[in-house]
């Protein structure tokens, strides 16, 4: 039951998967004397239509997908969506490091919000790919006359501030069907956001990403990484491959239905031959409609190839930016395809690194639906909505976001409206 007593506001994300829709509502109250409390009330799945790799590939199928997933979290909830934190994960998405430099506006030198706003937003003035526009651009950290390494120059005195950046940008197509699709579906959008940016801060810890960690989101036709070190996101990428790959591998190697091949993933599914014993078989039905038995220990050796191909492939993500086998806090899988039965064993022998399975973290729920894998996605969404809300993590009030040093995100104004 929801507490009417204190002063609350719903915060919506909407993940906009390969193969699903995942929609989580949150509750953001205060109670007299101030203190913020954020509480899952409702979450729901269904399964997307009209959606290829992450990105729209037809707009009516993908507006029947979301408005079916928000028709059964407003019955769920018994109230009305109006707005929502909106995921995407595509793999039309390509990030770059910029540089921004300005000098100090008051004659004394102290280094006020203003300026580190103007500093970031001189970053920005670089061109982006072809197509493309900014989705996010998030600050690592600030030189001050040549004083490297400042988290938040405000208040120090120097008269020449730098900025190092990271933008993301997004393919402009996709990012404008993503906004029809979802205004047609009825809300509003209140921002949209790199999926895998707000799953790193909901399975992760302040120390981990101070340490260096990389969190691989598994999806079902993609897979997207993100490394921090120092508390800095310092690398973004997504894969076009998850877990419908193992799926497909399956149908192929055993000669059966993609649907039967995907059951046999979810109940048997295990990625490491050495925990199956091989006199263990099933019965399946193959494609010639005839019943056979078929060995787990093979299953398990379809599985495996396809998994340490992804986790491979994670690890020349690593290699590019020089931190294979040397992040501390190690890895942290989550996603739907992080739910393969063997896969922390075999991520430490691929990646050289401690592996974990990221859960949602610190975050209070009514429903255990959102302490699923598959929900890490929509919960962050959630909790990057209530921190930019309810904790100045926005553009018009930097100083906030930058001390308390989860993330800062700024974003161009008037962008992706559709008249």
Known sequence: MINRKRKSELITGIDIGSTSIRVVVGECSSDTKGNQEL?????????????????????????????????????????????????????????????GVISVSKTDGEISSD???????????????????????????FVVDG?????????MTGMRLEVNTQIIHGLSSQLKNVNRTIYRAGINIDDVVLTIVAV????????????????????????????????DIMHTSILPIGSEHITHDLSLGLRISIDMAEKIKVKYGNCNPKLINKRDKITIT?????????SLYLV????????????????????????????????ILTGGGANIKGLVDIGRGTLRLPVSIGYPIDVVSITPKSNELTFAGAVGLVKWGSNVNYK????????????????????????????
Do not use: C
């Open 115 to 141: 300026d580190m706003l103007r500093v970031i937003e001189s970053a920005q003035i670089v061109a982006p790919p072809l197509n493309y526009e900014v989705m996010h651009v998030i600050p690592r950290n």
């Open 300 to 331: 398990s050796q379809i599985i495996n190839a396809r998994v340490v191909e992804i986790l491979e492939k994670i690890d020349s993500e690593l290699h590019s930016i020089g931190r294979s086998g040397l992040l501390p806090a190690g890895a």
């Open 392 to 419: 100045s993590y926005s553009r018009k009030s930097i100083v906030s976001g930058v001390t308390n040093k989860i993330w800062l995100i700024f974003r161009k104004v008037g962008k992706w409206l559709i008249p």
């Open 286 to 294: 193959n494609s010639s409609g005839e019943s056979e038995d078929v």
């Open 200 to 231: 790193g801060e909901v399975v992760t810890t302040k120390r981990q990403r101070d340490l260096g960690v990389v969190v691989a989101s598994i999806g079902g036709s993609t897979t997207s990484i993100i490394v921090y070190e120092e508390g």
């Open 147 to 155: 004083q490297s390494g400042i988290k938040d120059p405000v208040g």
């Open 39 to 99: 509480q899952i009330i409702g979450a729901v799945e269904v399964p997307a239509t009209g959606i290829y790799r992450g990105a729209i590939s037809s707009i009516e199928e993908a507006i029947s997908s979301v408005s079916h997933a928000l028709e059964q979290i407003q019955k769920l909830i018994g109230l009305h969506i109006e707005h929502s934190w909106v995921g995407i994960g595509g793999v039309d998405m390509k990030s770059q490091e910029s540089r």
